[in-house]
């Protein structure tokens, strides 16, 4: 359980949210270097104003959606622009704007998806929209409780792109681990589990990156 690194320099060395992260979830305590190189990642990304594409199928194109939906404005706190931010804009605009981080949810554009499906390899359905979007220095974020889906081609995709790629996965990572800078294997095969942790993960990792970005 947890508090067996509790009481150690460990425990001091991690940040709040991974604590409380740990305290509802022990099981994923194994996790916690796997969690912290995922941030780094991340942090690196937005730091050198970079964008996240994220994907995931049935479940985890849901969670790719509430991801990308709490970076894209306030989460855990409010984000006001600052006075600089505020240029140029009306005071409706520059009251009620608020601090982002770019994250675009390739689950979305049903007119290319449908259009993919029907005219090209549905297969290949992520992987043509980071080979589209992506850029050097970008991250793939990729969902799969199975670890062996289609977003294992958008993640081979991203590496010749010149992109990171932070998976979050079930038990053993499967294929997708090998493909990923950082993969979060939680500790658990069901998909139902599989998909509550991915959850507490990137939610926790959201107030980690609204805290370093926005105080």
């Known amino acids: 359980m947890w508090c067996v690194w509790r009481d150690t320099e460990r425990a001091t060395s991690l940040n709040k949210h991974l604590v409380q992260l740990f305290e509802a979830h022990p099981v994923l ?17 937005f730091a050198a104003e970079g964008k996240v594409l994220v994907c995931g199928n049935g479940g985890s194109a849901a969670d790719a ?23 140029g804009l009306n005071r409706k605009l520059g009251n009620h704007l608020q ?49 062996d889906s289609n977003v294992c081609l958008a993640a081979e995709a991203s590496r010749a792109r010149q992109m990171k790629v932070v998976a979050l996965t079930g038990l053993g990572g ?11 294997r939680v500790p658990a095969r069901d ?16 107030l980690m990156l609204e805290e370093e970005f926005f105080g």
């Not at 959606?65 to 240029?87: Q, V, Y």
């Not at 992987?127 to 990729?142: E, I, K, S, T």
């Not at 998909?191 to 959201?206: C, K, S």
């Open 99 to 147: 601090g982002a981080l770019p994250m675009i949810p390739l689950t979305g554009f049903l007119s290319y998806r449908t259009a993919f499906a029907n005219d090209g390899d549905q297969e290949l359905v992520f992987a043509q929209l980071v080979w589209a979007l992506g850029r050097p220095g970008d991250v793939l974020a990729a969902l799969s409780a199975s670890s």
């Open 65 to 87: 959606e509430h991801w990308a939906g709490e970076l894209l404005k306030g989460f855990g706190a409010r984000r006001p622009l600052t006075g600089e931010e505020r240029t």
């Open 174 to 184: 499967g294929k997708l681990d090998s493909l990923a800078d950082v993969c979060i």
């Open 29 to 45: 305590e194994v996790c916690a270097g796997d969690i912290e190189g995922a941030y780094e990642v991340l942090r690196h990304c």
């Open 191 to 206: 998909t139902y589990l599989v998909q509550e942790y991915h959850l507490a993960i990137y939610h926790r990792l959201t």
